[in-house]
C-alpha cells in the first residue's frame, strides 16, 4: 500500500513570495490533515478535511494561508504571502473512516529568507 | 481543551539500557492517546495507541506504554535501547469521544543512544 505523498520535499523562497505544497493521501483515506512543524515543537493542526469539507480550521492563518481538498483526493495548501515565521515542515496525514490512526507523510521543509 | 507535556527534551541512554521516555496529558473528555516517532528527515510512524481497554499497550520495535488515569500519564518504555533506537519522540492526545479528531502533540523528546 503506497503511504502519503507530498511534494516538493524542500522549498526555498524569500518572504512576500507564494509557495504551495501539494498532497496525494492514501487511497480510500476520507480525513486529510495538515500539519505545521516548527523546529524544536511538535506538530500543530492547520486544518483538517473529511472527503472535500472543511471540519476545522481554526489555527489557520486566514490572511495568508488557504488550502483546498478538490474531489477529496488530493490537496494543496497556500502561503501568500510567506512571512519568516513560516519557516517549518508542513506535515500531511490522511486516516481511513471511524479510526483514529493517523499515517504521515514525509513533509516539506520551508524555508523563508 | 487537550495538552500534553513531554517531560525532558532529551533523553541519553547507552545501548542495552532501559528507555523511559515521559508524557503527561491534560483531557476533559476521555483521551485517545498516541506515541509517535520521528526519523531525520521523514515523517511520522506511529508506535503505538491507547484507546480504550487494557491500559498496558504494546507497539511496534519493543516499545510499550502504560495509560494511568490516576497520573494523567502516558510513558513509553523499552528494557533494551539499540541504536536505532535514536530518533525523536512524540506523545500526542485527542479527543476520545469523536474518531478522526486532529492529535494534539507535545513537544517532543530526542532519544540518544550511546554503544
Known amino acids: 500500500e503506497a503511504g502519503v505523498a507530498q511534494s516538493p520535499r524542500y522549498k526555498i523562497i524569500e518572504k512576500r513570495q507564494s509557495v504551495a505544497f501539494w498532497c496525494n493521501p492514501i487511497?480510500?483515506?476520507?480525513?486529510l490533515y495538515w500539519y505545521q512543524q516548527i523546529l524544536g515543537q511538535g506538530p500543530k493542526l492547520l486544518i483538517q478535511?473529511?472527503?472535500?469539507?472543511?471540519?476545522?480550521d481554526s489555527q489557520l492563518p486566514k490572511d495568508r494561508f488557504s488550502a483546498e481538498r478538490l474531489k477529496g483526493v488530493d490537496s494543496t495548501l497556500k502561503i501568500q504571502p510567506a512571512k519568516l515565521e513560516d519557516s517549518a515542515v508542513y506535515l500531511c496525514?490522511?486516516?481511513?473512516?471511524?479510526?483514529?490512526?493517523?499515517?504521515f507523510g514525509p513533509g516539506t521543509r520551508l524555508t523563508v529568507l | 481543551a487537550q495538552s500534553v507535556t513531554q517531560l525532558g527534551s532529551h533523553v541519553s541512554v547507552s545501548e542495552g539500557a532501559l528507555v523511559l521516555l515521559r508524557c503527561n496529558y491534560s483531557?476533559?473528555?476521555?483521551?485517545?492517546l498516541f506515541w509517535y516517532v520521528q526519523y531525520p528527515n521523514q515523517g511520522l510512524q506511529l508506535l503505538l495507541k491507547?484507546?480504550?481497554?487494557?491500559?498496558l499497550v504494546k507497539g511496534i520495535n519493543g516499545f510499550e506504554a502504560e495509560f494511568k488515569k490516576s497520573e494523567t500519564s502516558f510513558h513509553l518504555t523499552k528494557p533494551s535501547a539499540h541504536m536505532s533506537d535514536a530518533a525523536e519522540y512524540f506523545c500526542?492526545?485527542?479527543?476520545?469521544?469523536?474518531?478522526?479528531?486532529?492529535?494534539?502533540f507535545g513537544k517532543g523528546t530526542t532519544l540518544s543512544v550511546s554503544s
Open positions: 478535511f473529511q472527503n472535500n469539507g472543511v471540519v476545522d
Open positions: 491507547y484507546t480504550t481497554g487494557a491500559t
Open positions: 500526542a492526545v485527542s479527543d476520545g469521544n469523536q474518531a478522526g479528531t486532529a492529535l494534539i
Open positions: 483531557s476533559s473528555v476521555p483521551p485517545y
Open positions: 496525514a490522511s486516516s481511513p473512516p471511524g479510526t483514529d490512526t493517523q499515517y
Open positions: 487511497s480510500g483515506h476520507a480525513t
